[in-house]
């Protein structure tokens, strides 16, 4: 009965060296090891053999059994790597970047709308004296709540839906107020930066909804600063992004991290379409004074300096500025989408 399984054993291992096809793999498997395989035919005679031959024959039928499923699904896994391979040597895909392929390439595609904006805002701010700065997207409660006046019982929490991470303590950032903790606890003050980024909050998507969106902060900080300085810089950022002037509004908004908060609203038409709803008024740009809490947490003494913040949402503006409807199209990876945009 040994010689009998060792010769099966070596016999399968002829056979599949020839084998070149999944299926028959897999046959070959089936008449070896299926419920009337030959293999499984000596298993079962097993039981006509005396306790000793049972012992050695039992063991070796089973590491056979063993070795012929591990070589099986090695035979599998090579026939399906060189499938792939000659499905890419077959194709007609050309993955070389030649020269045609470069200029058709940038011929067809542009910047996407909001990494538009976004560098037409840092060159704005750049040449009125502002540094831009970055920050992680990961960020620690401390960054993301505390240091802005949002300790954890204060409900304001609630307001921004957030990405936890499983020890609680860390989370993908929901502003990019986070970038204002950090400028300003390395520097001393007067200061002044943007700081541009992705954010993301546990939302549902729609058309004006996305879990991950585009924020850029603001701040200004130094000796006598006021509201009016705020609104000048507001005023000319919206009459360069759009060309043209716009009436303002203030409103009072609510945001621990500013005293007093503002709501900065533009007179807005839409293009043909009349005026839009709220007499007019389009809600564009959170912002205020910066709360002597904030301060003091960043090492800044509220006596002596004070400034402004606000924190523009960009996927909004690229969507006023451009007349664009649905948000869900900015993440959608269409290249026709993304070549339409030029700066205005
Ligand atoms: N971080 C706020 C948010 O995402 C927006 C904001 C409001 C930023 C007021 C500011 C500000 O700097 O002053 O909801």
Not at 193 to 201: E, Q, S
Not at 251 to 271: M, N, S, T
Request: proline residues 5%; glycine residues 8%.
């Amino acid at each position: 009965m040994l010689s009998r399984l060792e010769t099966l054993y070596t016999d399968f291992k002829n056979q599949l060296n020839k084998l070149n096809k999944t299926n028959d793999v897999l046959n070959l498997k089936s008449q070896i090891l299926g419920k009337t395989g030959t293999l499984s035919e000596i298993l079962k005679s097993l039981k006509d053999a005396t306790p000793e031959e049972r012992k050695v024959l039992g063991s070796k039928s089973n590491q056979y059994k063993n070795e012929i499923e591990e070589l099986v699904q090695k035979k599998l896994a090579e026939i399906e790597l060189a499938e792939i391979n000659s499905t890419l040597e077959n194709s007609k895909v050309d993955f070389s970047l030649t020269d045609s392929v470069l200029e058709q390439g940038l011929k067809s595609s542009g910047l996407h709308p909001v990494s538009l904006i976004q560098r037409e805002i840092e060159d704005i701010f750049l040449s009125m004296g502002f540094e831009v700065l970055d920050g992680p997207h990961i960020e620690d409660e401390f960054h993301n709540f505390e240091a802005l006046n949002i300790p954890s019982d204060h409900p304001a929490r609630d307001m921004q839906d957030t990405f936890w991470f499983q020890d609680m303590k860390h989370l993908l950032r929901t502003h990019t107020s986070t970038i204002q903790v950090r400028g300003m606890s390395q520097r001393k003050p007067p200061f002044q930066f943007v700081g541009p980024g992705k954010v993301f909050r546990n939302e549902r998507t729609d058309a004006t909804h996305e879990m991950c969106f585009h924020q850029l902060e603001g701040m200004m900080v130094g000796k006598n600063i006021t509201v009016a300085n705020l609104i000048y810089f507001m005023k000319t950022l919206l009459k360069e992004i759009f060309k043209k002037d716009f009436e303002i509004r203030l409103r009072p908004g609510f945001f621990p991290f500013v005293e007093p908060g503002f709501e900065l609203d533009i007179r807005w038409k839409k293009p043909g379409k009349g005026e839009s709803p709220h007499g007019g008024w389009l809600e564009l740009l959170p912002c205020g004074m910066v709360h002597p809490n904030v301060l003091k947490m960043s090492g800044i003494d509220p006596n002596e300096y004070n400034g402004f913040a606000f924190g523009l949402g960009l996927d909004r503006l690229v969507m006023v500025r451009y007349g664009i409807e649905d948000l869900r199209h900015f993440h959608s990876g269409d290249l026709k989408f993304v070549s339409q945009f030029k700066s205005f």
